[in-house]
């Protein structure tokens, strides 16, 4: 399974943007889908996740109201919106997929991509 993230970029304050992911290889089933994030000189933090259906979602806090995620199976993509962006939002951002469940600690996912990095000047 390979993980394409993209979207990132250089965005003030309070606006928008707009990360894409990608899924290859074996997608016969979804996977359990979510966004991570790493600061420089800190751990890789959940943002938010998706389980195969969609039908449960979850978010870090500091991101809930502003951020959405969401997939589409069928064309083996996930997104994650970011509104009102801060700069604490700042950091590269990882899309994961894992085989088990749904959860906020990056060592039960399975694949990862390449992170996109996102840069809110404040």
């Known amino acids: 399974v390979q993980l394409q993230a993209s979207g990132g970029g250089l965005v003030q304050a309070g606006n928008s943007l707009r990360l894409s992911c990608a899924i290859s290889?074996?997608?016969?089933?979804?996977?359990?889908m979510a966004w991570f994030r790493q600061a420089p000189g800190k751990e890789r933090r959940f943002v938010a996740g998706?389980?195969?259906?969609?039908?449960?979602?979850q978010y870090e806090d500091s991101v809930k109201g502003r951020f959405t995620i969401s997939r589409d199976n069928h064309r083996n993509m996930v997104w994650l919106q970011m509104n009102n962006l801060r700069a604490e939002d700042t950091a590269a951002y990882y899309c994961?997929?894992?085989?088990?469940?749904?959860?906020?600690?990056?060592?039960?996912?399975?694949?990862w991509g390449q992170g996109t990095q996102v840069t809110v000047s404040s």
């Open positions: 998706m389980n195969r259906s969609g039908g449960r979602i």
């Open positions: 994961a997929a894992g085989l088990n469940f749904l959860s906020t600690m990056s060592h039960e996912y399975d694949y």
């Open positions: 290889g074996r997608t016969g089933s979804p996977y359990i």
